[in-house]
T-cell receptor, first 117, second 117 residues
Framework: AQSVAQPEDQVNVAEGNPLTVKCTYS??????LFWYVQYPNRGLQFLLK??????LVKGSYGFEAEFNKSQTSFHLKKPSALVSDSALYFC???????????????FGRGTSLIVHP | GAVVSQHPSRVICKSGTSVKIECRSL??????MFWYRQFPKKSLMLMAT?????????EQGVEKDKFLINHASLTLSTLTVTSAHPEDSSFYIC?????????????FGPGTRLTVL
């Protein structure tokens, strides 16, 4: 079975400061990991993914995430937050070779990021 | 990036009527399409998964006779909410993915806001 946890409902950060949105996962094998962002009344937009290779993944809008296998984490980061980054962020995981043949990713419950001017 | 459209973006209907929501992948062929429901400030609830040309697989607790899903082609899936009631009011989001070896990156539509009076 696969699962993902976003331990924070909300993250508050001042504009210009670095931000981190946390995500931990559990899979039986190797993971595929994703981050998505959702602006109000919109669908989700793909930010970045980890499939294999470098543990540090760079994505859209200056975001990056670091895959840490020992800590089973995939935290989303940005060096300098913008007010426009305020949105709902979702982490998702999928087992690379799922048993039973299901390739459906599991989504976290979402973390609301609020960047204050 | 891949583009997924949804139509309509917003619909208001009377209780007892049926509503059809279309989801289209505009620039790629989607082997799999997903339908989600999202409650206010809540995570995504996967309703069903559909593969082109085959019956949709519904998640536990989702009524297949109430939420009819058709995936007639590699670029189009429809969700029909039959005999809608006020409790069906929600934000419905579709997503599409292609080729499982890309890690099943899902590309999301902009969502449809359904209000049942």
């Amino acid at each position: 079975a696969q699962s993902v946890a976003q331990p924070e409902d909300q993250v508050n950060v001042a504009e210009g400061n670095p931000l981190t949105v946390k995500c931990t996962y559990s899979v039986s094998g190797n993971p595929y990991l994703f981050w998505y962002v959702q602006y109000p009344n919109r669908g989700l937009q793909f930010l970045l993914k980890y499939i294999t290779g470098d543990n540090l993944v760079k994505g859209s809008y200056g975001f990056e995430a670091e895959f840490n296998k020992s800590q089973t984490s995939f935290h989303l980061k940005k060096p300098s937050a913008l007010v426009s980054d305020s949105a709902l962020y979702f982490c998702a995981v999928r087992d690379m070779y799922p048993s039973g043949g299901s390739y459906i990713p599991t989504f976290g419950r979402g973390t609301s990021l609020i960047v204050h001017p | 990036g891949a583009v997924v459209s949804q139509h309509p973006s917003r619909v208001i209907c009377k209780s007892g009527t049926s509503v059809k929501i279309e989801c289209r992948s505009l620039d790629f062929q989607a082997t799999t399409m997903f339908w989600y429901r999202q409650f206010p400030k809540k995570s995504l609830m996967l309703m069903a998964t559909s593969n082109e040309g085959s019956k949709a697989t519904y998640e536990q607790g989702v009524e297949k006779d109430k939420f009819l899903i058709n995936h007639a082609s590699l670029t189009l899936s429809t969700l029909t909410v039959t005999s809608a009631h006020p409790e069906d009011s929600s934000f419905y989001i579709c997503s599409a993915s292609s080729r499982q070896w890309e890690g099943d990156t899902q590309y999301f539509g902009p969502g449809t806001r359904l209000t049942v009076l």
